[in-house]
Protein backbone atom coordinates (compact mmCIF):
# COMPACT_ATOMS: atom_id res chain seq x y z
CA UNK A 1 0.00 0.00 0.00
CA UNK A 2 1.48 3.74 -0.99
CA UNK A 3 1.06 5.97 2.00
CA UNK A 4 0.66 9.69 0.08
CA UNK A 5 2.81 12.68 2.01
CA UNK A 6 2.11 16.28 1.11
CA UNK A 7 5.50 18.26 1.14
CA UNK A 8 4.84 21.97 1.31
CA UNK A 9 7.72 24.60 0.70
CA UNK A 10 8.35 28.02 -1.34
CA UNK A 11 8.83 27.96 -4.62
CA UNK A 12 12.91 29.61 -4.14
CA UNK A 13 16.08 28.37 -5.19
CA UNK A 14 17.26 27.09 -1.74
CA UNK A 15 13.97 24.65 -1.38
CA UNK A 16 14.56 23.86 -5.02
CA UNK A 17 17.66 22.63 -3.89
CA UNK A 18 16.81 21.01 -1.08
CA UNK A 19 14.32 19.13 -2.64
CA UNK A 20 15.69 18.29 -5.80
CA UNK A 21 16.01 14.64 -5.00
CA UNK A 22 12.56 13.88 -3.51
CA UNK A 23 11.45 15.89 -6.32
CA UNK A 24 13.07 13.86 -8.97
CA UNK A 25 12.97 10.71 -7.38
CA UNK A 26 16.90 10.34 -6.69
CA UNK A 27 16.18 8.59 -3.73
CA UNK A 28 14.20 5.18 -2.47
CA UNK A 29 10.99 6.50 -0.49
CA UNK A 30 10.24 2.60 0.36
CA UNK A 31 6.43 3.45 -0.86
CA UNK A 32 5.85 6.49 0.22
CA UNK A 33 4.55 9.01 -2.72
CA UNK A 34 5.43 12.36 -2.00
CA UNK A 35 3.35 15.12 -3.34
CA UNK A 36 4.67 18.72 -3.53
CA UNK A 37 3.07 21.68 -3.04
CA UNK A 38 4.54 24.87 -3.42
CA UNK A 39 3.45 27.97 -1.86
CA UNK A 40 4.75 31.50 -0.42
CA UNK A 41 6.14 30.92 3.21
CA UNK A 42 3.68 33.35 4.92
CA UNK A 43 0.64 31.11 3.04
CA UNK A 44 2.09 28.14 4.14
CA UNK A 45 2.32 29.34 7.92
CA UNK A 46 -1.49 30.11 7.40
CA UNK A 47 -1.85 26.52 6.19
CA UNK A 48 0.29 24.92 8.67
CA UNK A 49 -2.29 26.65 11.53
CA UNK A 50 -4.82 24.65 10.41
CA UNK A 51 -2.84 21.30 10.35
CA UNK A 52 -3.89 21.19 6.39
CA UNK A 53 -0.30 19.33 6.00
CA UNK A 54 1.54 16.16 6.46
CA UNK A 55 4.96 17.92 6.41
CA UNK A 56 5.70 21.81 5.48
CA UNK A 57 8.04 24.27 5.42
CA UNK A 58 7.14 26.99 8.04
CA UNK A 59 8.88 30.25 9.71
CA UNK A 60 10.21 29.85 13.32
CA UNK A 61 8.23 32.20 14.06
CA UNK A 62 5.07 30.67 13.23
CA UNK A 63 6.15 26.99 15.22
CA UNK A 64 4.95 28.94 18.23
CA UNK A 65 1.64 28.50 17.52
CA UNK A 66 1.70 25.21 15.64
CA UNK A 67 3.71 23.35 18.22
CA UNK A 68 0.56 21.39 19.51
CA UNK A 69 0.01 19.95 16.22
CA UNK A 70 3.95 19.61 14.33
CA UNK A 71 6.61 18.93 15.64
CA UNK A 72 10.04 20.41 14.09
CA UNK A 73 12.11 18.16 12.10
CA UNK A 74 15.93 18.15 12.81
CA UNK A 75 17.10 19.10 9.43
CA UNK A 76 15.74 21.40 6.55
CA UNK A 77 16.81 24.37 8.42
CA UNK A 78 17.46 28.00 6.59
CA UNK A 79 19.91 29.33 9.54
CA UNK A 80 21.33 32.58 8.58
CA UNK A 81 25.22 32.94 9.91
CA UNK A 82 25.58 36.31 10.58
CA UNK A 83 23.14 37.34 7.34
CA UNK A 84 19.78 37.34 7.17
CA UNK A 85 16.80 39.53 6.00
CA UNK A 86 17.22 43.14 5.23
CA UNK A 87 15.58 46.07 5.56
CA UNK A 88 16.16 48.40 2.57
CA UNK A 89 14.77 51.91 1.44
CA UNK A 90 15.29 54.47 -1.06
CA UNK A 91 17.70 56.53 0.49
CA UNK A 92 20.13 56.19 3.24
CA UNK A 93 18.20 55.32 7.25
CA UNK A 94 19.02 54.51 10.41
CA UNK A 95 17.55 52.45 13.35
CA UNK A 96 16.65 55.66 14.68
CA UNK A 97 14.61 56.80 11.97
CA UNK A 98 12.60 53.55 12.16
CA UNK A 99 9.99 54.20 14.16
CA UNK A 100 6.97 56.00 12.41
CA UNK A 101 8.26 55.01 9.28
CA UNK A 102 5.50 52.35 6.97
CA UNK A 103 7.35 49.40 6.34
CA UNK A 104 6.53 46.41 3.92
CA UNK A 105 7.01 43.01 5.73
CA UNK A 106 6.46 39.68 3.86
CA UNK A 107 4.06 38.41 6.26
CA UNK A 108 3.47 38.55 10.58
CA UNK A 109 4.12 35.37 11.05
CA UNK A 110 7.39 35.42 9.20
CA UNK A 111 10.59 35.09 11.31
CA UNK A 112 11.68 38.41 10.19
CA UNK A 113 9.35 40.17 11.14
CA UNK A 114 9.78 38.67 14.40
CA UNK A 115 13.38 39.94 14.13
CA UNK A 116 12.04 43.43 13.10
CA UNK A 117 9.95 43.68 16.06
CA UNK A 118 12.83 42.93 18.17
CA UNK A 119 14.55 45.28 16.66
CA UNK A 120 12.73 48.32 16.71
CA UNK A 121 9.20 47.55 18.47
CA UNK A 122 7.59 50.81 17.32
CA UNK A 123 7.25 50.46 13.64
CA UNK A 124 4.46 50.56 11.18
CA UNK A 125 3.60 47.69 9.39
CA UNK A 126 1.81 46.33 6.40
CA UNK A 127 1.86 42.87 4.38
CA UNK A 128 3.65 43.02 1.29
CA UNK A 129 3.68 39.77 -1.22
CA UNK A 130 7.51 39.09 -0.03
CA UNK A 131 8.12 38.73 -3.96
CA UNK A 132 6.50 42.66 -5.01
CA UNK A 133 8.52 44.49 -1.79
CA UNK A 134 11.37 45.52 -3.65
CA UNK A 135 8.65 47.57 -6.44
CA UNK A 136 6.78 48.78 -3.50
CA UNK A 137 9.28 50.41 -1.91
CA UNK A 138 10.31 51.79 -5.00
CA UNK A 139 7.18 53.21 -5.92
CA UNK A 140 6.49 54.85 -2.66
CA UNK A 141 4.30 52.24 -1.21
CA UNK A 142 6.41 52.03 1.66
CA UNK A 143 9.35 53.77 3.12
CA UNK A 144 11.32 50.45 3.86
CA UNK A 145 10.97 47.18 2.95
CA UNK A 146 11.91 44.03 4.42
CA UNK A 147 13.30 41.25 2.15
CA UNK A 148 13.59 37.70 2.52
CA UNK A 149 14.64 35.20 -0.70
CA UNK A 150 16.64 36.32 -3.39
CA UNK A 151 15.66 39.92 -2.89
CA UNK A 152 18.80 39.59 -0.43
CA UNK A 153 21.13 39.90 -2.83
CA UNK A 154 19.48 42.21 -5.42
CA UNK A 155 18.02 45.02 -3.61
CA UNK A 156 20.93 47.09 -4.62
CA UNK A 157 20.77 46.35 -8.22
CA UNK A 158 17.35 48.59 -7.76
CA UNK A 159 18.59 51.02 -6.28
CA UNK A 160 18.11 50.72 -2.47
CA UNK A 161 20.28 51.45 0.10
CA UNK A 162 20.66 48.80 3.37
CA UNK A 163 19.51 50.19 6.53
CA UNK A 164 20.14 46.93 8.36
CA UNK A 165 21.11 42.95 8.26
CA UNK A 166 18.63 41.70 10.68
CA UNK A 167 21.31 38.38 11.45
CA UNK A 168 23.92 40.43 11.57
CA UNK A 169 22.61 42.12 14.29
CA UNK A 170 21.19 39.02 15.85
CA UNK A 171 24.70 37.45 16.26
CA UNK A 172 26.07 40.39 17.43
CA UNK A 173 22.97 40.38 20.17
CA UNK A 174 23.23 36.35 20.75
CA UNK A 175 27.13 36.34 21.03
CA UNK A 176 27.14 34.69 17.04
CA UNK A 177 24.47 32.58 17.34
CA UNK A 178 22.74 32.09 13.47
CA UNK A 179 19.18 33.69 13.28
CA UNK A 180 16.50 31.19 12.76
CA UNK A 181 14.42 31.57 10.00
CA UNK A 182 12.72 28.90 8.72
CA UNK A 183 12.47 24.99 9.31
CA UNK A 184 10.25 21.89 7.80
CA UNK A 185 7.68 20.52 10.52
CA UNK A 186 5.63 17.60 10.56
CA UNK A 187 2.59 16.36 11.91
CA UNK A 188 2.66 14.45 15.16
CA UNK A 189 -0.62 12.28 14.43
CA UNK A 190 1.28 10.43 11.88
CA UNK A 191 2.92 8.47 14.37
CA UNK A 192 6.46 7.56 15.31
CA UNK A 193 7.47 5.18 13.13
CA UNK A 194 6.06 7.09 9.52
CA UNK A 195 7.86 10.65 11.28
CA UNK A 196 11.27 8.75 11.47
CA UNK A 197 10.50 7.28 8.00
CA UNK A 198 9.47 10.79 6.30
CA UNK A 199 12.25 12.58 8.59
CA UNK A 200 14.98 10.12 6.81
CA UNK A 201 13.82 10.99 3.17
CA UNK A 202 13.60 14.71 3.62
CA UNK A 203 17.13 14.72 5.10
CA UNK A 204 18.39 12.02 2.31
CA UNK A 205 16.60 14.56 -0.02
CA UNK A 206 19.14 17.90 1.62
CA UNK A 207 22.47 15.06 1.47
CA UNK A 208 21.93 14.19 -1.79
CA UNK A 209 21.54 17.52 -3.11
CA UNK A 210 24.82 19.06 -1.29
CA UNK A 211 27.12 15.93 -2.44
CA UNK A 212 25.20 16.79 -6.07
CA UNK A 213 25.64 20.05 -6.26
CA UNK A 214 26.11 20.77 -9.64
CA UNK A 215 22.64 18.97 -10.44
CA UNK A 216 21.09 20.18 -7.89
CA UNK A 217 22.19 23.92 -8.63
CA UNK A 218 20.71 23.64 -11.87
CA UNK A 219 17.21 22.64 -10.85
CA UNK A 220 17.11 25.55 -8.19
CA UNK A 221 18.38 27.72 -10.94
CA UNK A 222 14.32 27.36 -12.68
CA UNK A 223 12.99 29.20 -9.16
CA UNK A 224 15.93 31.79 -8.67
CA UNK A 225 13.75 35.18 -9.78
CA UNK A 226 16.17 36.63 -11.82
CA UNK A 227 19.11 35.64 -10.37
CA UNK A 228 21.84 34.44 -12.37
CA UNK A 229 23.95 30.95 -12.05
CA UNK A 230 26.48 32.98 -9.84
CA UNK A 231 23.76 34.70 -7.39
CA UNK A 232 21.70 31.46 -7.22
CA UNK A 233 25.06 29.63 -5.97
CA UNK A 234 25.34 32.48 -3.49
CA UNK A 235 21.76 32.09 -2.36
CA UNK A 236 21.92 28.50 -1.89
CA UNK A 237 24.98 28.50 0.03
CA UNK A 238 23.70 30.76 2.17
CA UNK A 239 20.55 28.82 3.53
CA UNK A 240 21.49 25.16 2.54
CA UNK A 241 24.71 24.10 3.79
CA UNK A 242 25.69 21.46 7.05
CA UNK A 243 23.47 23.48 9.29
CA UNK A 244 20.65 22.12 7.27
CA UNK A 245 21.53 18.70 7.43
CA UNK A 246 21.91 19.28 11.38
CA UNK A 247 20.44 22.49 13.32
CA UNK A 248 23.16 21.02 15.79
CA UNK A 249 23.17 22.35 19.79
CA UNK A 250 24.14 26.29 18.41
CA UNK A 251 21.09 26.03 15.80
CA UNK A 252 19.10 24.42 18.54
CA UNK A 253 19.86 27.03 21.42
CA UNK A 254 19.68 29.79 18.54
CA UNK A 255 15.73 28.72 17.48
CA UNK A 256 14.35 28.52 21.48
CA UNK A 257 16.42 31.64 22.16
CA UNK A 258 14.50 33.55 19.32
CA UNK A 259 10.88 32.44 20.40
CA UNK A 260 11.90 33.08 23.94
CA UNK A 261 13.07 36.66 23.22
CA UNK A 262 9.47 36.88 21.30
CA UNK A 263 7.53 36.14 24.48
CA UNK A 264 9.80 37.84 26.70
CA UNK A 265 8.95 41.08 24.37
CA UNK A 266 5.32 40.41 24.28
CA UNK A 267 5.28 39.49 20.79
CA UNK A 268 4.61 35.83 21.37
CA UNK A 269 1.54 35.23 23.64
CA UNK A 270 2.55 32.05 25.77
CA UNK A 271 6.06 30.44 25.98
CA UNK A 272 6.93 27.66 23.67
CA UNK A 273 9.23 24.93 24.91
CA UNK A 274 10.29 23.06 21.32
CA UNK A 275 9.54 19.86 20.18
CA UNK A 276 11.99 17.99 18.43
CA UNK A 277 10.69 14.95 15.81
CA UNK A 278 13.78 12.85 16.80
CA UNK A 279 13.31 13.39 20.58
Known sequence: MT???RVAHSPDSDDAFMFYALATDKIDTAGIKYVHELQDIETLNRRALAAELEVTAVSIHAYAYLSDKYALLPHGASMGEGYGPRLVARKPLKRADLPGLRIA???TLTSAFLALKLYCPNVDTHVVPFDEIIDHVKAGGADVGLLIHEGQLTYGDEGLHLVEDLGMWWATETGGLPLPLGGNVIRKDL???LMRKVSRHLRDSI???LEHR???LAH??????GLDDAQTDEFVGMYVNQRTLDYGAEGRKAVQL???RGFEAGLIPHRVSVEWADD
Open 3 to 5: TTI
Open 220 to 225: AQAYGR
Open 258 to 260: LLD
Open 207 to 209: AYG
Open 105 to 107: VPG
Open 214 to 216: TAA
Open 191 to 193: GPD
